[in-house]
Structures are given as C-alpha cells and as structure tokens.
C-alpha cells in the first residue's frame, strides 16, 4: 500500500513560481513513478509531470514543458515539482501519483493524495 502527502500549494500572481512536495510511505514506492496531475473546474484531469524514481526518467505534459521541473529524493521517497512562470491556466487542484512506470505512462495510476490547491491571480 502507498500513501500520498502533497504540500506547498498556495495562491500566487502571474509569473510567480511555487514548489509543491509529495511524499510517500511504502516500501515499493522506490521503483515506481511518481508523478503530478493537475485538474481546474469543469475541464479534465491533465497530467503535469512523472519521474522515475529509479533512473530519473521525467515526463511533462506539453503545457508545463519548460516552465516546470520536477525532481525527486529516494531517500525521502518523495518527490516535487518546481514550478516557474506560472499564469491563470495552471490554476488547479494538483494531485500526486504513484504506480507502476507502465501504469504512469497510460496515465492510470492506482495510488493519489489529497490535492493540494494552486491558484494564480493575473
């Protein structure tokens, strides 16, 4: 079983960064990935962003390339995702993610936190 703490949501302006942390409990969670989604009022969820936690591998969702990094510490098993340059559009609830890479990689992870919530003013 994999249990799931995001932190570091927040309100910010336009062009403002945050940095939101995940961190998981469980002893597989080591060799899977781990990852964000993101979803805002009335659209889909949207995946964000997922690493590796063996090889460091990312991926990033075409509307967070370049603005967005996202890292990780094994140790600590948990994960974050830097946040840079960030507009009305990112605006959403964030959600940690963790499962098998190939369950990552169809967007169909088993394992969610809470949310944490990102609101950017203009």
């Known amino acids: 079983q994999v249990h799931l703490v995001e932190s570091g949501g927040g309100s910010v302006q336009t062009g403002g960064s945050l940095r939101l942390a995940c961190s998981a409990s469980?002893?597989?969670?080591?060799?899977?990935?781990m990852g964000w989604f993101r979803q805002a009022p009335g659209l889909e969820r949207q995946e964000v962003a997922h690493?590796?936690?063996?090889?460091?591998?990312?991926y990033y969702g075409d509307s967070v390339k370049g603005r967005f990094t996202i890292s990780k510490n094994v140790a600590k098993k948990t994960v974050y995702l830097q946040m840079n340059s960030l507009s009305p559009e990112d605006t959403a609830m964030y959600y940690c993610?963790?499962?098998?890479?190939?369950?990552?990689?169809?967007?169909?992870?088993?394992?969610w936190g809470q949310g944490t919530r990102v609101t950017v003013s203009s």
């Open positions: 993610a963790a499962d098998l890479c190939g369950l990552m990689e169809r967007a169909t992870p088993s394992y």
């Open positions: 690493i590796d936690m063996v090889n460091g591998n990312s």
């Open positions: 469980g002893p597989s969670v080591s060799y899977y990935c």
